[in-house]
Structures are given as structure tokens and as C-alpha cells.
């Protein structure tokens, strides 16, 4: 590995302080998974790398009844599943975090860090749009909030500016009647990149019988992890069953723009969109009955 | 220029400097020849690298050294107390849960951290406990075969 700088300031506005300072060598680490990887290899460079860890705001996970979820920038996934209130809160996505890399792994990744590496296969990213979460900026022009849909712009780019640090994503509260799964295909059990992913959301009215509004989002079929609006959006009032999920499949493929690679065919990625989109819905209605 | 770091590696408090790019395993080879732990893939997919890192396992070879700074860090060789083999140690031995050995002490590191979370997992846990953790001779049913015969052995249980 090339020769850098290291700093790890506790404070938020050092840290802006520094990042605004330094060059576009910058680089920052959080749990390490993907930029160490990278720097070793000499797919990315950097001058210095800001360790952000010490730093408090970005390193707390709260939940509260009227906020939601507050998930720092720097929170380990392993943080996410361990706490069981969080995990049965948000069981989307405890299902990403559960899966990313092994134990060894999950101990440093962050989820922060999964959203700012934007692969276009990031597992972490699909749930968090389908829970509508916000990123929250900070920069030296000040903060920013922007919805996770929109952060993600090209395989590893996104709208992150230079010397602005993503602080802490927001999930809203969760009503009783809702319910969400994430799930992906890869061709073992366990450390796998996915082929594809699919994140469904819903909320169903008292009955239980009918979804009141939903939101599906994918992964690994296109440059970044897209939301299904029109699947989304079609799903408001119909009645949950096998042939509405199955509907909604089909609805979420014509968002897929999928590549084929050594992982999977285009094909295969966009038959694997209707599956999994299908397979996802049923187990999120399972979960918001419950 | 080197950094200065202190940490505490297998309870006992150690001082070293390194270079900012290099990695905890490194420094843990190379520096403070605690050369139990193994530089497999070197990119965070093997697990022969792995350390206990403030009581989670984490590959050294994804932790930059200065990270390490104020951290309680456990290592394959902390694992025998007083000349004595652990319950692990002693199964992977009895069941030849090993071929070329260079696995080995990532796998013990994980299985510990392991059965101290689940002392009775099952099968299926194990597996999926070990998952970051390969072995390319595929000794994989003796190694699951040790981690549930000292499950047994060990005195919790």
C-alpha cells in the first residue's frame, strides 16, 4: 500500500475542518471493508485518510418511539443485529446486515460506509430506501438531508461533494401494521456478492388485508440500487395475495437495466427481480401482521 | 512518519510504531512476531488473519495498525493458558480438524469468540459462525466436528 496520512478526530467540525483542507486524496474510513481493500489494490489513492470512529455523532444508534431510527454514519452492522429491539423494529434491514460478509466482517462494516461506497450491489442500500431513510450531510457549506434514493449516482460515485461527510441516516417510526424483508440470490450460502436483491416495504390497513402503501427497491440490476416507483407506487390498495405480489414482479423489472457479468446473464438478473420482489412482499405482509 | 501506538494484546500492555498504511496484521507479524495469525487473501475473505478486536473478531488484514490505538486485542497465541491447550485446541488436535494448518488459527479465533456467544451451538450455527473463516483443503465437516465436540468439553456446559 502506498504511504498516507492518518487522522481521527473526535469532533464533527474537525473533521469538516480537515476534510475541506485536504486535497481530493482524502479518504474516509469507517469500518475499513471496502477502502482498505481498495487502497491496497491502487483501485482508489489517498494523501490522508480520516478515520471517523471518534467521533461521537457518528458512531450512535438510537431508536426512539417518535424519531425512528438514528443510525451513525460509523455503526457497525453487527450493532444493528445485536440489538433486538432495532432488529424487530427494522427487520429489513437486519436482513441485509446479517448477511454482509462474515462475522469477522460484520463486526467493522458499517452501513454508512456500504451507502458511500455505492456499489451498485450493496445489499444495505435497497432496505434503506425502502424505509424512505434520509442522509444527513454535513459539509463546509453546512448540512444537508437528502432522501437515499437519490445518493447514489454511478457504480462507487454519489453526490457526496468534496470535503462533505455523511453523518447519520434516518429511518421514520414504524406503525405496527408495516413490515419489510430484504432478500438476495447468490449461488452459496453465506460471502457472496449478490446477483441481484430485492427490498420490500409495505404498510396494510387494519384489516390486514390490503396494503395501504409500499415501497420496493432493488439492487445489482442497474448502475446504482434503484427504487421501484411504478411497483410501488400500483401496490397502494390492492389486496395482499400471491398473483398481486407476483403483479408487482413484473411491475419491478421494467426498472431493471441489468449487465451480464460472471456472476449472471441480464436475463437471469431481471427473472431474479420478480422472484425475489415477489418472495419479499409476501414475507413483509407476514411481518406487519404480526 | 511512524505513529506511536499503545494497545494490549493477549493482556499485556504494548507499545509500537508503524507506518499509518500498514495494516495490524503486518505489525502483528512483522513487528511484534505474533506470527500465529496468517496473511491468507490479504482482502478480508479468508479469515486466517483473524484477531479479537475489542471482543469481536475482525481480519487484521482490514484494520490499519494505528487503528489499534487504546484497544484490547486477542490473538491465536492468548488462546492456551499456562501451557494448556484450550477445549479447541485440544479437539482440533484429537479430531485432525486440519491438513496444511494455515487456516487453523483463524478458525480457533472465531470458534472461541463462538462458544463464549453460544457455548451449545448447533450445526448450522457453527457454520454460518464460521463463514468468514476458509479452509481450501476442505476440512470443513472435521473442523465442525471439533467446534461441537468442545462444546461438549468445555465447563460451562
Known amino acids: 500500500m502506498i504511504d498516507f496520512e492518518y487522522a481521527a478526530p473526535t ?30 489494490e491502487g483501485l482508489r489513492s489517498a494523501d490522508l485518510v480520516v478515520d471517523i470512529k471518534k467521533i461521537s455523532e457518528l458512531t450512535q444508534l438510537k431508536l426512539s418511539g417518535d424519531k425512528g431510527l438514528h443510525l451513525g454514519a460509523s455503526v457497525s452492522c453487527r450493532r444493528i443485529y445485536d440489538d433486538q429491539n432495532i432488529a424487530a423494529s427494522y427487520p429489513g434491514l437486519a436482513d441485509a446486515v446479517r448477511i454482509i460478509g462474515g462475522w469477522q466482517i460484520q463486526s467493522r462494516a458499517s452501513v454508512g460506509g456500504n451507502l458511500c461506497n455505492s456499489s451498485p450491489a450493496a445489499d444495505a442500500i435497497p432496505p434503506l430506501i425502502a424505509y424512505s431513510a434520509t442522509a444527513h450531510i454535513a459539509g463546509p457549506g453546512g448540512k444537508r438531508m437528502v432522501p437515499v434514493e437519490e445518493f447514489c449516482t454511478a457504480p462507487g460515485h454519489n453526490i457526496l461533494q468534496q470535503g462533505e461527510l455523511l453523518v447519520a441516516l434516518t429511518l421514520p417510526p414504524q406503525p405496527s401494521n408495516a413490515g419489510s424483508a430484504y432478500q438476495r440470490f447468490i449461488p452459496r450460502n453465506e460471502m457472496d456478492i449478490a446477483v441481484a436483491g430485492a427490498a420490500s416495504w409495505v404498510q396494510l390497513d387494519q384489516s390486514g388485508e390490503r396494503i395501504e402503501q409500499a415501497r420496493i427497491a432493488l439492487s445489482a440490476v442497474a448502475p446504482t440500487p434503484v427504487f421501484a416507483v411504478d411497483a410501488s407506487e400500483w401496490l397502494k390498495g390492492q389486496v395482499v395475495s400471491e398473483e398481486v405480489f407476483a403483479e408487482a414482479g413484473e411491475l419491478a423489472k421494467r426498472v431493471a437495466s441489468p449487465i451480464d457479468d460472471m456472476r449472471g446473464t441480464a436475463e437471469y438478473r431481471t427473472h431474479l ?5 415477489k418472495r419479499t412482499l409476501a414475507t413483509a405482509c407476514q411481518r406487519a401482521r404480526k | ?5 499503545t494497545t494490549t494484546i493477549n493482556g499485556a500492555t504494548v507499545e509500537f510504531l508503524c507506518q499509518p498504511r500498514q495494516s495490524l496484521l503486518a505489525v502483528l507479524r512483522d513487528e511484534l512476531s505474533l506470527t500465529g495469525c496468517k496473511e491468507g487473501c490479504n482482502n478480508g475473505n479468508c479469515g486466517a488473519c483473524t484477531v479479537m478486536l475489542d471482543g469481536l473478531p475482525v481480519d487484521s488484514c482490514l484494520v490499519l495498525a ?6 484490547e486485542i486477542e490473538t491465536v497465541e492468548g488462546i492456551a493458558e499456562q501451557g494448556h491447550l484450550h477445549p479447541l485446541q485440544q479437539c482440533f488436535l484429537e479430531g485432525a480438524a486440519l491438513q496444511c494448518g494455515i487456516c487453523t488459527p483463524g478458525f480457533l479465533v472465531t470458534a472461541k469468540a463462538l462458544l463464549e456467544k453460544n457455548p451449545q451451538p448447533s450445526e448450522q450455527e457453527i457454520r454460518f459462525g464460521l463463514a468468514g473463516n476458509l479452509c481450501r483443503c476442505t476440512g470443513y465437516d472435521k473442523i465442525v466436528r471439533a467446534v461441537q465436540a468442545a462444546s461438549q468439553a468445555s465447563p460451562e456446559s
Open chain 2, 1 to 5: 512518519m511512524k505513529t506511536h501506538v
Open chain 1, 273 to 277: 427481480v420478480g422472484v425475489l420482489t
Open chain 2, 66 to 71: 494505528v487503528e489499534a490505538e487504546g484497544a
Open chain 1, 11 to 40: 469532533q464533527l467540525d474537525e473533521a469538516i475542518r480537515l476534510l475541506a483542507a485536504a486535497g481530493d486524496g482524502t479518504r474516509i474510513l469507517a469500518g475499513g471493508t471496502d477502502i482498505i481493500v481498495q487502497l491496497r
